[in-house]
């Protein structure tokens, strides 16, 4: 009776089928079958004998990376720019969406949303070379404090710059784009609503408070748990292109200790070891922040 009705159901869905194909054979090929490739953390991976050739050595990756002198350096990093990304990053698309939804002028509004939007499309390369040219001892940042009486400084030089740089071009590049889901969410809300908080007597600010965000509320949290299941998936790319040996000290974090180690020491299973730490550890958060918002707002992924 099973296959009766998978059949009939393929028969009457199949053009849907047929275009979510794609998508199946990308994540079967670009995420599934590299699991496989996992099994040489727990080996001493050597390409001449292959993955299974290779010989077993259980944890021993993982107990050097604990035993690592750069081992709290990169988890330490990787938290607080996370932390930081998200504690400024989260809540900055939806409060740039609430303020795009009060504006009264279409055309102004489609011109803001195009502008915020466009960050997002520019290719990393072309945004770190933005930044360093900005925070050069000659660039922008710096002929602005030298035009009031400040000293030149050499940005990404100093490692205490690194992550002010690093979160406000996140934000930068971001803000526009995330506004997109919570826009939509926002025109989801039933009209009806606000004609009520208005003959209530509140003002847009209370509408936002007791309409606006409980209307977005779920959208919210949805996209809350998937931030916090990818908090230690701190891009590398833009780390790799900004940051020197002279900053390694806030700017080394787990993937581009993986990329060091794996790319450039060859250094195989070792930081397939990490990588697999890294991972376990945001599929535990993901699970935990799900149990949690389940709980407390009942929204949740599953």
Same mark, same amino acid.
């Given at each position: 009776?099973?296959?009766?009705?998978?059949?009939?159901?393929?028969?009457?869905?199949?053009?849907?089928?047929?275009?979510?194909?794609?998508?199946?054979?990308?994540?079967?090929?670009?995420?599934?079958?590299?699991?496989?490739?996992?099994?040489?953390?727990?080996?001493?991976?050597?390409?001449?004998?292959?993955?299974?050739?290779?010989?077993?050595?259980?944890?021993?990756?993982?107990?050097?990376?604990?035993?690592?002198?750069?081992?709290?350096?990169?988890?330490?990093?990787?938290?607080?720019?996370?932390?930081?990304?998200?504690?400024?990053?989260?809540?900055?698309? #939806?409060? &740039?969406? /609430?303020? !795009?939804?009060?504006?009264?002028?279409?055309? %102004?509004?489609? +011109?803001?949303?195009?502008?915020?939007?466009?960050?997002?499309?520019?290719?990393?390369v072309v945004v770190a070379g933005i930044i360093r040219y900005f925070t050069l001892s000659d660039g922008l940042l710096n002929d602005v404090?030298?035009?009031?009486?400040?000293?030149?400084?050499?940005?990404?030089?100093?490692?205490?710059?690194?992550?002010?740089?690093?979160?406000?071009?996140?934000?930068?590049?971001?803000?526009?784009?995330?506004?997109?889901?919570?826009?939509?969410?926002?025109?989801?809300?039933?009209?009806?609503?606000?004609?009520?908080?208005?003959?209530?007597?509140?003002?847009?600010?209370?509408?936002?408070?007791?309409?606006?965000?409980?209307?977005?509320?779920?959208?919210?949290? #949805?996209? &809350?748990? /998937?931030? !916090?299941?990818?908090?230690?998936?701190?891009? %590398?790319?833009? +780390?790799?292109?900004?940051?020197?040996?002279?900053?390694?000290?806030?700017?080394?974090?787990?993937?581009?200790?993986?990329?060091?180690?794996?790319?450039?020491?060859?250094?195989?299973?070792?930081?397939?070891?990490?990588?697999?730490?890294?991972?376990?550890?945001?599929?535990?958060?993901?699970?935990?922040?799900?149990?949690?918002?389940?709980?407390?707002?009942?929204?949740?992924?599953?």
């Open positions: 009776m099973l296959k009766t009705r998978l059949g009939k159901d393929l028969l009457r869905n199949k053009w849907l089928y047929v275009m979510i194909l794609p998508v199946v054979i990308y994540y079967v090929l670009f995420h599934y079958v590299p699991l496989y490739g996992t099994i040489i953390a727990f080996k001493q991976f050597v390409p001449a004998k292959g993955i299974l050739g290779s010989d077993w050595v259980g944890l021993k990756h993982f107990e050097d990376f604990f035993s690592s002198i750069y081992f709290f350096r990169v988890i330490k990093n990787t938290v607080l720019l996370s932390f930081f990304n998200l504690l400024l990053g989260f809540p900055a698309p #939806i409060i &740039l969406a /609430l303020l !795009l939804n009060e504006l009264k002028s279409p055309i %102004f509004r489609r +011109i803001t949303q195009t502008i915020t939007y466009m960050p997002h499309f520019i290719t990393l404090i030298a035009f009031f009486g400040g000293e030149r400084i050499s940005f990404l030089q100093q490692p205490e710059s690194f992550r002010p740089i690093y979160i406000i071009s996140e934000i930068w590049q971001q803000i526009g784009w995330g506004t997109i889901i919570y826009l939509a969410a926002i025109t989801g809300i039933d009209q009806q609503q606000y004609e009520a908080a208005k003959m209530d007597g509140a003002n847009k600010l209370q509408q936002i408070r007791h309409v606006t965000l409980p209307g977005i509320l779920p959208t919210i949290m #949805i996209m &809350l748990i /998937l931030s !916090l299941g990818n908090i230690m998936n701190v891009g %590398f790319e833009k +780390i790799i292109l900004l940051y020197s040996a002279s900053i390694y000290e806030t700017a080394d974090v787990i993937s581009t200790y993986v990329y060091r180690k794996g790319i450039l020491e060859f250094s195989y299973s070792y930081s397939a070891a990490v990588g697999l730490l890294n991972s376990v550890i945001n599929f535990t958060i993901l699970l935990l922040a799900n149990s949690f918002s389940k709980r407390a707002s009942k929204n949740s992924l599953w």
